[in-house]
């Protein structure tokens, strides 16, 4: 008597979803660190951009960080003071009278003409390149040089060209009718043994 009465909506065999039981239980999946995320990459500071300079330190005259000067003139010369041109870009320069020696380094696309030098004139790590004597020069040095362009005078015929690791190297001579003919200077060698000494002579390139 104490029994409630099941009605209709109480049966399973007229409510088939009462048949139906909790699904399942399922263990959580462990949770895993979180993957560290890749530090963001910076790019490099660019390099402070230095000042240009052009002054006579001691007995050098310095120049350097030059960009697109194409009046950069060196006139109050003597035998005792060198020039040195370092780092200048798309530039030209002029010495008058005589004077030590002359060296560019780590220029580009830069020209140096100049009357006369005592010992040498040198290109270091350069690129495009030119040089122009208009009196006498002993000496001149191309080193780790791409791109150099030399004219000679009549009077810097006997001059001697020392090369390294340099490529692009042409001197132009001048012709009596005010002209010049260029040359290409050798980049290519050949080496063979003779059962003695190595032999090294230039080839040309094809």
Same mark, same amino acid.
């Given at each position: 008597?104490?029994l409630?009465?099941v009605?209709?909506?109480?049966?399973?065999?007229?409510n088939?979803?009462?048949?139906?039981?909790?699904?399942?239980f399922?263990?959580?999946?462990?949770?895993?660190a979180?993957k560290?995320?890749k530090?963001?990459?910076?790019?490099?500071a660019a390099a402070? #951009?230095?000042?240009p300079?052009?002054e006579?330190?001691?007995?050098?005259w310095?120049?350097? @960080?030059?960009?697109?000067n194409?009046?950069?003139?060196?006139?109050?010369t +003597?035998l #005792?003071?060198t020039? @040195?041109?370092? #780092?200048c +870009? +798309?530039?030209v320069?002029k010495?008058?009278?005589?004077?030590? !020696?002359i060296?560019?380094?780590?220029?580009?696309?830069?020209?140096?003409?100049f009357?006369?030098?005592?010992s !040498?004139l040198?290109?270091? +790590?350069?690129q !495009?390149v030119?040089g122009q004597?208009m009196?006498?020069v002993?000496?001149? !040095?191309?080193?780790?040089?791409?791109g150099?362009?030399?004219?000679?005078?009549?009077?810097?015929?006997?001059?001697?060209?020392?090369?390294? #690791?340099?490529?692009?190297?042409?001197?132009?001579?001048p012709?009596?009718?005010?002209?010049?003919?260029?040359?290409?200077l050798?980049e290519?060698?050949?080496?063979?043994w003779d059962?003695?000494?190595?032999?090294?002579?230039?080839?040309?390139?094809?």
């Open positions: 008597a104490g409630k009465k009605t209709d909506d109480m049966k399973t065999h007229k088939p979803t009462l048949r139906q039981g909790p699904k399942p399922k263990a959580a999946a462990p949770q895993t979180p560290p995320g530090p963001a990459v910076q790019a490099p402070a #951009k230095k000042p300079v052009f006579l330190q001691d007995k050098r310095a120049i350097e @960080y030059q960009e697109g194409k009046n950069i003139e060196v006139a109050d +003597n #005792k003071q020039v @040195y041109a370092f #780092k +870009n +798309n530039c320069i010495v008058k009278n005589k004077l030590n !020696s060296t560019l380094d780590s220029c580009k696309k830069t020209a140096i003409v009357d006369d030098v005592v !040498s040198e290109f270091i +790590n350069c !495009s030119q004597v009196g006498k002993p000496t001149i !040095s191309i080193d780790k040089t791409d150099c362009l030399i004219y000679l005078s009549k009077d810097s015929l006997d001059t001697e060209i020392v090369t390294a #690791k340099s490529s692009e190297m042409n001197v132009l001579v012709k009596d009718d005010g002209d010049f003919t260029e040359f290409a050798p290519q060698f050949k080496t063979t059962g003695s000494k190595f032999n090294t002579v230039q080839t040309d390139i094809a």
